[in-house]
């Protein structure tokens, strides 16, 4: 393991296999310590490192795949950590989605739950829940599954004791610190408040995915008769997702 004092906490570099290395920035989730490791990988991209498989990065790390064919550790490493050494001072702002999102009844089977274990009601939890912004920290878990952080400390909850084997496509769903959506049917563990009628994933959009790591997060309560307008739009293929675009 090595490590350098770029930013307090020192940056650290981890070995992850034979042909892999992680560029570790720090030990929380923070928004700020999260833009270094996208703009660390940015950077990586835009360098064209001979060598360079892949890199992937995560809340607070950056993962570095390489060819062994083609390069070694030792070589990639300090080229690595003099590009996350000269950082640019400004980092484009991602995209402003604003999602619609029901709270009714089958769509939430876990809200009057939350609602009891926060000493909060229902509509309260509602309301904070759409009236926050969330970040999209990392993609992973499926395709289109965003890791969104900004749930407000009021429903901050652990997992459920007992996961459901099947969450329904496009739930909205909390835990810890976070919310999400789920792009498809899955297990999951998080408590589930509300469903959007929008397909995070989509074959036949040019970008089938509907957002990316950077990007943040609004939601709008909507009635069930809104949800399922919307719902038949995109079943079809008719909805237009640039009107979730607040900021492009």
Known sequence: MASVSIDNPPLRTLTAGDTAFVVEFGATIDRALNAKVMELHRAIKGASLPGIVETLPTFRSLMVFYDPLTTTRAELEPQVLALAGSRSEQVAAGKLWRLPVCYEGEFAPDLAEVAKRTKLSADRVIALHSGATYFA???????????LGGLPNELALPRRKEPRVRVPQNSVAIAGEMTAIYPWESPG???????????????????????????????????????????????KGSFDHTKLEVRR
């Open 137 to 147: 920290y990392v993609l992973g878990f499926m395709p289109g599954f965003a890791y």
């Open 189 to 235: 563990g998080w408590h589930l408040i509300g469903r959007t009628p929008i397909a995070l994933f989509d074959l036949r959009r040019e970008q089938p995915i509907l957002w990316g790591a950077g990007d943040e997060v609004r939601f709008a309560h909507v009635d069930r008769a809104t949800h399922d307008g919307i719902a038949a739009q995109v079943a």
